[in-house]
């Protein structure tokens, strides 16, 4: 019985919506990742157009404990720009791929942000005081004749508005062939890993005028290429381990301590195709478009065209739980092909407990997978049900046959309308949606 | 799985996908390439084990000596419904016999062309010569019979040699390597006609090419096998065990580009379809200098049919 009511089912309330309201939607505005940082105080956006938005939610008010502090537009800045790459005659889009936070280790925040072929490492920090009283200097920065001062003082800090400012602290470039798809920052801190369509290299924070290839599956010959890189990520705890996923629909897990190229996984997650499922689409739909490790480490998630699945590291032959998100669409692959549906790439994320996993889906669709009582719901991100604190009604997708009341057909969906990235709070039940230009931002309902 | 478009149709779609995402921003996505190319390889699966099946239906119903009449060339394909597509040919341990010769043929860099379109039975009345070539099939070390001739070759009932035939049919023997060819428009030429080296018989079989109207028997293809690119100038399609060792004239030189302004050209589409020897090779497959190699003995074409042209660049080979 999907999602409503019982005891210890979350009620999902809408709690805010960001973005530009009217359809048209200006191709610069799409949102292309989403991601909360450790504390789940800032939650960061990007977009197509190169740009990073960062909101901070505000401290709970004694006042209103009925629900959480919402999350307001902290800082805007342009992470990365157009360029082109003279030599191959290729445009370097400067769409942001993927946001990943460091953890705090001062006042200032940072975070890894990377379009096709550059990371960059960005220091986001506040400025709520400035300097006022220099003798030499105006208020407004002229300077002063000398000659005229008569008497000194000491320049002291007095208040200003909050000014947050980002900057960009390192810059690793040139090191990617392809497209980079994932980064992944280390459990020391220090390190992270980027992956590309062929390879994974492995960079210090500090360091950018290099860095260590260490997976590279690019066949001597690339008429013999058979599979991609499609995500990438470090184990949360083992610094030495990492993951990556295929469009082959396989996972890797290597050791670093292995060898200097981790060629050679360590384990080989695979599950056997259904020979009953073959059709022309079977490779894309089984490409894996999203691995995340689970936060305790145990398990990791991954995502292909029509499901989820959750692995057990220890078990290479077979996902331990597999969710379906819209099996409806199966009958429909080939409309999905030619409409270029079929190769979005949904990503997938674990709550702070590893007990429920949430993925998006076409109409502005969401699925949650409770894993403990096998339980799933479908919600909607839509500006209809923005009152908040207003409970959201479950959705049900209509497969065939006689549609019920409140039953979506299949063909009614609107397919441009795709939730891609999604983000769950990594201690509370807050959760963030993107749809194509709008960021929903959901709670639960607090009693 | 029920898919509304048939097998040429998905082909075109996808052709249609390479050649544009060469204009789109940001590059070449590797990626959704080889997702495409893996949707372009099934839909050749399927579309050639659908003219298997019918050119086996014809040979049952033609045992002997009578000429097999391969489909008519019918560009565009006729309005008849897509065929009805069931689940993909599988491995051979699954599939009955046609299906797997079908495989046989898709992993073949044998594969030289295949016929347009799937003619309705009504037309095999058409004569000989205008019937366009069917596909040919690799030779197979494990054709069945102790007596039978190693050699796997189909023979179209046409005028061979006639350079005036509009047919499409090229006839390759795999024994005395002979190809033999009657050109229309953009497709081979006789290669080895021209050369004597080709020319001459494999040892112990002295047998010309054959006489019009003559019928070879044919064999069930190999298993299926690995999809692995097909080097150029690299002799035989790789895995055929125990086969007399065959390179066909190198195929990628010979096709004429891809015209995106006419993507419902199915004979372009026919020809392009072979291009697409196992899987990502042919996309990324160069564009040939002249094509003019010597590959086992055999010498291919000096008129050096053109370049991909412009689609198959859409694979950036790093």
């Given at each position: 019985?999907?999602?409503?009511?019982?005891?210890?089912?979350?009620?999902?309330?809408?709690?805010?919506?960001?973005?530009?309201?009217?359809?048209?939607?200006?191709?610069?505005?799409?949102?292309?990742?989403?991601?909360?940082?450790?504390?789940?105080?800032?939650?960061?956006?990007?977009?197509?157009?190169?740009?990073?938005?960062?909101?901070?939610?505000e401290q709970e008010n004694k006042t209103q404990s009925h629900s959480r502090g919402e999350y307001n537009v902290y800082s805007t800045f342009q992470s990365h720009?157009?360029?082109?790459?003279?030599?191959?005659?290729?445009?370097?889009?400067?769409?942001?791929?993927?946001?990943?936070?460091?953890?705090?280790?001062n006042a200032a925040q940072f975070l890894l942000s990377t379009n096709d072929k550059t990371i960059k490492l960005w220091k986001i920090s506040e400025r709520d005081k400035r300097p006022e009283g220099y003798n030499l200097k105006e208020e407004d920065g002229r300077y002063r004749d000398p000659t005229t001062v008569t008497t000194l003082r000491v320049p002291v800090f007095r208040p200003m508005d909050l000014m947050v400012e980002a900057s960009p602290r390192r810059i690793f470039a040139n090191a990617h062939t392809y497209h980079i798809n994932s980064i992944s920052i280390n459990s020391d801190y220090e390190t992270y890993l980027s992956a590309d369509d062929l390879r994974i290299n492995l960079w210090h924070l500090e360091i950018t005028d290099r860095s260590f290839n260490i997976v590279d599956i690019k066949p001597a010959n690339m008429e013999e290429l058979t599979e991609v890189i499609t995500a990438a990520e470090f184990h949360p705890n083992s610094c030495n381990t990492f993951v990556y996923s295929s469009s082959k629909g396989t996972i890797r897990l290597c050791d670093m301590r292995a060898s200097a190229l981790c060629d050679r996984h360590s384990k080989l997650f695979e599950e056997p195709e259904d020979p009953s499922n073959r059709s022309f689409f079977s490779e894309i739909i089984s490409s894996i478009s999203d691995?995340?490790?689970?936060?305790?480490?145990?398990?990791?998630?991954?995502?292909?065209?029509?499901?989820?699945?959750?692995?057990?590291?220890?078990?290479?032959?077979?996902?331990?739980?597999?969710?379906?998100?819209?099996?409806?669409?199966?009958?429909?692959?080939?409309?999905?092909?030619?409409?270029?549906?079929?190769?979005?790439?949904?990503?997938?994320?674990?709550?702070?407990?590893d007990s429920i996993v949430m993925t998006g889906s076409y109409n502005n669709f969401f699925r949650m997978f409770d894993r403990n009582t096998k339980r799933d719901i479908t919600l909607e991100a839509s500006r209809e049900n923005n009152k908040p604190r207003t409970v959201l009604k479950p959705r049900k997708v209509c497969a065939s046959g006689k549609r019920k009341k409140d039953e979506i057909s299949v063909d009614s969906l609107d397919f441009n309308k795709k939730i891609l990235h999604t983000a769950w709070h990594p201690k509370e039940n807050i959760i963030a949606v993107a749809t194509t230009n709008n960021l929903y931002i959901f709670q639960d309902k607090m009693n | 799985m029920e898919c509304t478009l048939d097998a040429q149709s998905l082909i075109s779609i996808s052709l249609r996908k390479i050649h544009s995402s060469r204009t789109q921003r940001g590059g070449i996505k590797l990626h959704k390439n080889l997702l495409v190319s893996y949707v372009l390889r099934n839909a050749r699966q399927l579309y050639l084990s659908e003219r298997y099946a019918e050119l086996y239906r014809r040979q049952q119903h033609y045992p002997d000596g009578a000429p097999l009449l391969a489909m008519p060339a019918c560009p565009p394909p006729p309005a008849a419904s897509p065929p009805e597509l069931g689940a993909l040919p599988l491995p051979p341990d699954a599939q009955d016999?046609?299906?797997?010769?079908?495989?046989?043929?898709?992993?073949?860099?044998?594969?030289?062309?295949?016929?347009?379109?799937?003619?309705?039975p009504e037309l095999q009345q058409r004569a000989p010569c205008r019937d366009s070539s069917p596909a040919f099939y690799r030779a197979s070390s494990t054709a069945p019979g102790p007596g039978s001739p190693p050699g796997l070759l189909y023979a179209a009932g046409c005028d061979f040699g006639a350079p005036h035939c509009s047919s499409r049919t090229t006839v390759l023997d795999l024994d005395t390597h002979v190809v033999t060819?009657?050109?229309?428009?953009?497709?081979?030429?006789?290669?080895?006609?021209?050369?004597?080296?080709?020319?001459?018989?494999?040892?112990?079989?002295?047998?010309?090419?054959?006489a019009p109207g003559t019928k070879r028997k044919y064999?069930?293809?190999?298993?299926?096998?690995?999809?692995?690119?097909?080097?150029?100038?690299?002799?035989?399609?790789?895995?055929?065990?125990?086969?007399?060792?065959f390179a066909p004239c190198t195929k990628r030189a010979r096709f004429e580009e891809y015209s995106a302004e006419h993507p419902q050209d199915s004979s372009n589409i026919s020809n392009l379809i072979s291009i697409f020897g196992s899987g990502f090779t042919g996309l990324v497959s160069r564009q040939q200098a002249d094509s003019e190699q010597p590959l086992n003995g055999q010498l291919c074409s000096k008129q050096a049919l053109a370049s991909l042209g412009a689609w198959t660049r859409a694979i950036v080979a790093f």
């Open positions: 019985f999907p999602g409503a009511g019982g005891g210890n089912d979350i009620q999902w309330c809408f709690s805010q919506v960001k973005g530009a309201v009217d359809d048209d939607v200006a191709e610069a505005d799409i949102i292309s990742t989403v991601e909360f940082n450790h504390s789940g105080e800032l939650l960061a956006t990007g977009d197509k157009g190169g740009r990073v938005v960062i909101f901070q939610q720009e157009p360029e082109f790459d003279y030599l191959k005659s290729l445009e370097i889009e400067e769409k942001i791929n993927k946001i990943r936070w460091l953890p705090q280790k691995v995340k490790f689970s936060h305790s480490g145990r398990y990791m998630m991954t995502r292909d065209y029509l499901s989820v699945k959750i692995w057990d590291l220890n078990m290479e032959n077979r996902p331990v739980e597999t969710y379906q998100v819209h099996e409806y669409l199966r009958s429909k692959l080939c409309s999905l092909y030619e409409n270029d549906c079929i190769f979005d790439k949904f990503e997938c994320c674990w709550n702070g407990s | 016999r046609e299906a797997r010769s079908c495989s046989a043929v898709r992993g073949g860099a044998e594969l030289l062309e295949v016929p347009v379109c799937a003619a309705p060819t009657v050109e229309n428009g953009y497709l081979h030429q006789d290669c080895c006609s021209q050369c004597p080296c080709c020319c001459q018989p494999a040892a112990g079989l002295a047998s010309p090419p054959p064999y069930p293809g190999q298993e299926e096998e690995e999809e692995e690119g097909v080097e150029e100038g690299e002799p035989g399609g790789g895995g055929v065990a125990g086969g007399p060792p």
